[in-house]
């Protein structure tokens, strides 16, 4: 075992200063209240897909609406201020000075707390870029970039203020998170604005497919997972009272993942249109990705090596056991999921929600409750209200993830099963999805259980921890000492390890981190970019007419894509049920892409021409009067507003300054166009017994999903 590393000052007076707990404070009780908000979203969404009638009819408490709401307030608020709020405590230690500027820790408080708000005022509004863990439209990214560089700013400038020579390895791993979390957010979310809350991706189909899901997966590594590897290291031997088990350890774990990490994106996208060398990449920096993850999970447990009774009089340490362990469990799993033939069964299934939500309650959630447990009582300068609360709220914790995450499991593996059964006879054995989605209500049941459960405790968690605030007296400036640092110290001996370049240095620390995530970034994006055989282009594959675009800017504003795909995989299962499998050409028009990532619903790439169009208006208005049993709220408002062309030729444009060739006298002549199809679809509808205005938005949606795979035809 290595301890930790010595302290390394020359001899001098001390310095007497102060810590800034007033910000993590803040930061603490939003984490709580953010958590609370969050996880509730997130029941009534586990709720609306066994009982479509909690969508409460509304066109703002949808599925499709609330889903990336529950996403974006989990991740970036609850997560999120947690994260800042273990930063803020332990940085100032580690570095044994105030913050750089108490100014700043404010600008960044409240301009987070802004950002979260505007979230939960645009997404349910239909404000929506439709990117997974990137749904913010351009204003609200903008601003996103603005206080991640004030975090920035403060962060690297307390560094320079530091009586620690040291960078203990926690603080390597919140730089590293930093600059990477940039990288990841100014490349993803490059768009070009139509106007304030309206935008199109910079990059089309297959190139915004792999773009995204080289951040999604990065946003999972280097936002949900590298900062709170750093927070463990700082506390799990804080809370245990013990050195981290290896300090070389930590070096091998802290390089080795940011450097593999940033390759694995594209096995999200196996069996895609996606080229097949970047799917092969994706997966074997996967594999690889097994051997960093693990030795950090050790580092963590083996830390707690010799403090076992510890662990079992602590409850706050069994958080961070069991934390710990969801995290390895995830890592491995990920990796597994990876593989092909996994891959091939798993995907798009309830799998991948399990997969997720192991990671997120267990590792990010239980490290959460486990700092606060540890920071609330520090402050407040008193004991924990309640042991007895907090050991109910792990059990209660424990439990809500195996309620939650064991029969997503059963349901993913139950989903990936019967897509694929055939009978003897060579035909589909579950031809309808709606077969499916039926038999799996009873573990979605189960799923929404857990999540109450696991809310349940966060509410205790919340009430024992206000009543710790209320009986104890916050230290808002907490006094300290430590010797200053002198320039002219030389170290020796073991000193001289060649890491210490990068322990004494920040700016080396940050370069060689850029350098590490670059690599990766470049190699696999650059050539998908540059390289035209990559992307096929397709003759007959035409861009979408003005009410076609105007109907999928609808879909993105439901949310449809976070219930259907449109991917049809090259399985014999998929083109018997869906038709025709997806090619890369398909999708050279599409900004932004639609592919998906699970199947509530049947895939939609292969829709166009499948039903009439009074079966789509029909299935809008009550999808259960032609799929009865339909879990899918209704979109009665579809058949009632008027669409709104006001910004049709400002879409236009802007797709055409992206690419997307739109003749200018096509875009003059826009509206009248509109007029046209729209008065297509009306007649045809007519004829069909349905009265029903060219101007609605009903009229847009259908023309768009009638479009859908048709500009191609099946091989024969």
Request: glycine share 8%.
């Amino acid at each position: 075992m290595n301890p930790l590393p010595i302290t390394e000052h020359a001899p001098t007076s001390l310095e007497h200063f102060e810590y800034d707990n007033r910000v993590v404070k803040a930061f603490s009780i939003a984490t709580i209240v953010w958590g609370l908000i969050g996880m509730l979203v997130g029941v009534i969404a586990a709720t609306q897909l066994f009982q479509p009638a909690m969508n409460l009819h509304n066109q703002y408490t949808t599925f499709g609406r609330i889903r990336p709401l529950h996403t974006n307030a989990v991740i970036f608020a609850f997560v999120g201020n947690a994260i800042f709020m273990g930063v803020y405590y332990s940085l100032q230690r580690l570095l044994k000075a105030r913050m750089f500027s108490d100014r700043l820790s404010w600008i960044h408080f409240w301009g987070w707390q802004l950002i979260i708000v505007s979230a939960v005022a645009t997404l349910p509004l239909g404000f929506t870029s439709s990117k997974e863990y990137a749904e913010l439209e351009w204003p609200i990214d903008i601003a996103i970039t603005l206080i991640w560089v004030v975090f920035g700013v403060n962060m690297f400038g307390t560094i320079a203020r530091r009586r620690e020579r040291h960078l203990y390895v926690g603080i390597w791993f919140y730089i590293a998170t930093f600059v990477t979390v940039a990288v990841l957010h100014i490349i993803n979310s490059l768009s070009l604005p139509v106007s304030f809350l309206k935008s199109y991706s910079a990059y089309a189909g297959v190139q915004d497919a792999l773009v995204q899901w080289w951040y999604g997966h990065n946003a999972v590594a280097f936002f949900l997972t590298t900062p709170f590897l750093g927070l463990m290291y700082y506390y799990l031997p804080k809370l245990a009272n013990r050195p981290v088990y290896s300090y070389k350890l930590s070096i091998l774990h802290f390089w080795s993942l940011i450097f593999i990490y940033i390759w694995a994106g594209p096995h999200h996208l196996l069996y895609t249109s996606l080229p097949d060398w970047a799917q092969s990449l994706g997966t074997v920096f996967s594999i690889m990705l097994i051997a960093p993850s693990w030795g950090g999970m050790l580092n963590g447990l083996l830390t707690l090596r010799g403090a076992w009774d510890k662990v079992r009089e602590d409850d706050r340490l069994k958080f961070m056991v069991v934390g710990i362990t969801a995290y390895g469990m995830a890592t491995l799993e990920g990796p597994l999921l990876s593989l092909r033939n996994v891959n091939a069964i798993a995907h798009f299934t309830d799998w991948i929600v399990a997969h997720v939500h192991v990671g997120a309650l267990g590792w990010n959630g239980f490290l959460t409750f486990a700092m606060l447990y540890y920071l609330i009582p520090k402050m407040w300068r008193t004991e924990l209200y309640s042991k007895r609360l907090l050991k109910i709220h792990f059990w209660l914790g424990t439990l809500g993830i195996l309620f939650y995450a064991v029969p997503m499991y059963i349901s993913g593996f139950t989903q990936g099963m019967m897509w694929k059964e055939f009978t003897p006879e060579g035909t589909l054995q579950y031809p309808a999805f709606l077969e499916t989605t039926l038999q799996l209500l009873p573990m979605h049941m189960m799923r929404a259980i857990g999540g109450t459960i696991y809310l349940l405790g966060a509410i205790l968690m919340s009430y024992n921890l206000f009543k710790t605030m209320a009986q104890g007296s916050f230290q808002a400036n907490e006094a300290a000492e430590a010797p200053a640092l002198t320039k002219d110290f030389v170290p020796t001996g073991s000193d001289t390890y060649w890491h210490r370049i990068f322990e004494r240095r920040p700016m080396q620390l940050l370069a060689g981190s850029l350098i590490m995530i670059l690599i990766g970034t470049v190699l696999e994006l650059v050539p998908t970019f540059t390289v035209e055989s990559n992307v096929q282009t397709i003759a007959s594959v035409q861009p979408y007419t003005p009410l076609e675009l105007q109907g999928r800017d609808l879909y993105i504003r439901e949310g449809c894509n976070n219930c259907h795909s449109q991917m049809v995989r090259p399985f014999r299962s998929e083109t018997e049920r869906y038709g025709e499998y997806s090619k890369a050409g398909e999708f050279v028009y599409d900004r932004p892409f639609l592919w998906g990532s699970k199947r509530t619903g049947p895939d939609l790439h292969r829709e166009g021409g499948k039903y009439p169009d009074s079966w789509h208006y029909h299935h809008m208005n009550d999808p259960t009067t032609m799929s009865p049993g339909s879990i899918m709220p209704a979109y009665p408002w579809l058949l009632e507003q008027t669409l709104d062309n006001s910004q049709l030729e400002a879409k236009l444009k802007t797709m055409q300054s992206l690419g997307v060739p739109y003749e200018d006298y096509a875009i003059s002549e826009a509206q009248e166009n509109v007029r046209q199809q729209a008065g297509e679809i009306t007649a045809r509808l007519k004829k069909e017994g349905i009265k029903v205005a060219a101007d609605k938005e009903i009229i847009a949606l259908i023309a768009y999903l009638q479009r859908l795979g048709t500009d191609i035809k099946k091989e024969e």
